[in-house]
T-cell receptor, first 112, second 114 residues
Framework: ETGVTQTPRHLVMGMTNKKSLKCEQH?????MYWYKQSAKKPLELMFV???????ENNSVPSRFSPECPNSSHLFLHLHTLQPEDSALYLC???????????FGEGSWLTVV | QQQVKQSPQSLIVQKGGISIINCAYE??????FPWYQQFPGKGPALLIA?????SEKKEGRFTISFNKSAKQFSLHIMDSQPGDSATYFC?????????????FGRGTQLTVWP
């Protein structure tokens, strides 16, 4: 079992659908992150949560809504997405005061 | 404006050869420079990292060379192996910022031929 688990691994959704990505970390970390990885851009940080509190939103459109119910779980709620939102969404975690970020394997999202 | 520029975009190396990937940055506030390795279908994994108070860091076959005055750093993979075939990302973060606030290069796809 990997330290950071993401589900589902693949998701296809229509532009009017509502879906959620889930992330769980088993490393005892207290910071969690969502990143977007697409072919046309470098890895982009989307959101940061420290001790369940959102500390950074990197100008992400409101059609992406994160939720962090506890330090081990992170969700990304998706609604009214656009085809250009198709990408690999990576969850990561770390200690707030640490120096290493651990990534999950990602959720491949295709918006049709 | 891209904060970290990485080259080349792709690299093909013979087994046993040296793979070299270069990165450049402009922001002098960067003080942490990690390299990540990503295999197909996997998330990026930390490979090696350096801080600007040293000019070189070596871990096994992997070496980071850092040139503070030129604002450049590079990854050298000695005795490259087919198992090293992956995408490599350089990154940088700013002193005192959130740990996850990493600025990534666009990545280099390395292929090592047997």
């Amino acid at each position: 079992e990997t330290g950071v688990t993401q589900t589902p691994r693949h998701l296809v959704m229509g532009m009017t659908n509502k879906k959620s990505l889930k992330c769980e970390q088993h490393l005892g970390h207290n910071a969690m992150y969502w990143y977007k990885q697409s072919a046309k851009k470098p890895l982009e940080l989307m959101f940061v949560y420290n001790f369940k509190e959102q500390t950074e939103n990197n100008s992400v459109p409101s059609r992406f809504s994160p939720e962090c119910p506890n330090s081990s779980h992170l969700f990304l709620h998706l609604h009214t997405l656009q085809p250009e939102d198709s990408a690999l969404y990576l969850c990561a975690s770390s200690q707030v005061s640490g120096n290493t970020i651990y990534f999950g394997e990602g959720s491949w999202l295709t918006v049709v | 404006q891209q904060q970290v520029k990485q080259s080349p975009q792709s690299l093909i190396v013979q087994k046993g050869g040296i793979s070299i990937i270069n990165c450049a940055y402009e922001n002098t506030a960067f003080d942490y420079f990690p390299w990540y390795q990503q295999f197909p279908g996997k998330g990026p994994a930390l490979l090696i990292a350096i801080r600007p108070d040293v000019s070189e860091k070596k871990e096994g076959r992997f070496t980071i060379s850092f040139n503070k005055s030129a604002k450049q750093f590079s990854l050298h993979i000695m005795d490259s192996q087919p198992g090293d075939s992956a995408t490599y990302f350089c990154a940088a973060s700013i002193r005192g910022s959130t740990l996850g606030r990493l600025y990534f290069g666009r990545g280099t796809q390395l292929t090592v031929w047997p």
